[in-house]
T-cell receptor, first 114, second 112 residues
Framework: SAVISQKPSRDICQRGTSLTIQCQVDSQVTMMFWYRQQPGQSLTLIATANQGSEATYESGFVIDKFPISRPNLTFSTLTVSNMSPEDSSIYLC???????????FGQGTRLTVV | RKEVEQDPGPFNVPEGATVAFNCTYSNSASQSFFWYRQDCRKEPKLLMSVYSSGNEDGRFTAQLNRASQYISLLIRDSKLSDSATYLCVVNTNAGNNRKLIWGLGTSLAVNP
């Protein structure tokens, strides 16, 4: 399985600011994803990060709020823009090598917006 | 109906007990299935894939019933370290929509 490094591991941010989360994989991966997990909830897919093109967003998530970059097959960033307390959550980077394969996760970023 | 539904839990069992988790899914086109384990404040980690013929990994047994759209996970001889949340995950390949659908999870507490 791939080794996935995600940072920062946690942050406390002021409302109205933005935070960029980085995800680095030790090998090339086909698919990269960004999830959000709110307290007591399961994982919600934010978007699929596409290499060299715009990310594919799920219903309820938009590029202006969650811009995503994926410049190559080993790296992606997620920015949480103009944060509000409702954005407080765990954000997880995930990778898969194929459409029927399992997913692996970074350690997550625990974000608190005050 | 939710796309993936799990037992609500929580399950509290003594060490050594056998415990079973159930999961149903709504999309008959789903093609692959997984059980993940998530410890408190940690990322989900793959416990096992679920194969059509059923599969076993030590104390863990996973079963799939496509006709009933039902997945199960059986844990035998529970250990304290099995305490975690268990997530049922279904991979849906329907047209161009290919993504993992996550259950809400079932919490397990194994008590001494």
């Amino acid at each position: 399985s791939a080794v996935i490094s995600q940072k920062p591991s946690r942050d406390i941010c002021q409302r109205g600011t933005s935070l960029t989360i980085q995800c680095q994989v030790d090998s090339q991966v086909t698919m990269m994803f960004w999830y959000r997990q709110q307290p007591g909830q399961s994982l919600t897919l934010i978007a699929t990060a596409n290499q060299g093109s715009e990310a594919t967003y799920e219903s309820g998530f938009v590029i202006d709020k969650f811009p995503i970059s994926r410049p190559n097959l080993t790296f992606s960033t997620l920015t949480v823009s103009n944060m509000s307390p409702e954005d407080s959550s765990i954000y997880l980077c995930s990778v898969r090598q194929g459409t029927n394969t399992e997913a692996f996760f970074g350690q997550g970023t625990r974000l608190t917006v005050v | 109906r939710k796309e993936v539904e799990q037992d609500p839990g929580p399950f509290n069992v003594p060490e050594g007990a056998t415990v079973a988790f159930n999961c149903t899914y709504s999309n008959s086109a789903s093609q692959s299935f997984f059980w993940y384990r998530q410890d408190c404040r940690k990322e989900p980690k793959l416990l096992m894939s679920v194969y059509s013929s059923g599969n076993e990994d030590g104390r863990f047994t996973a079963q799939l019933n496509r006709a009933s759209q039902y997945i199960s996970l059986l844990i035998r001889d529970s250990k304290l370290s099995d305490s975690a949340t268990y997530l049922c995950v279904v991979n849906t390949n329907a047209g161009n929509n290919r993504k993992l659908i996550w259950g809400l999870g079932t919490s397990l507490a194994v008590n001494p």
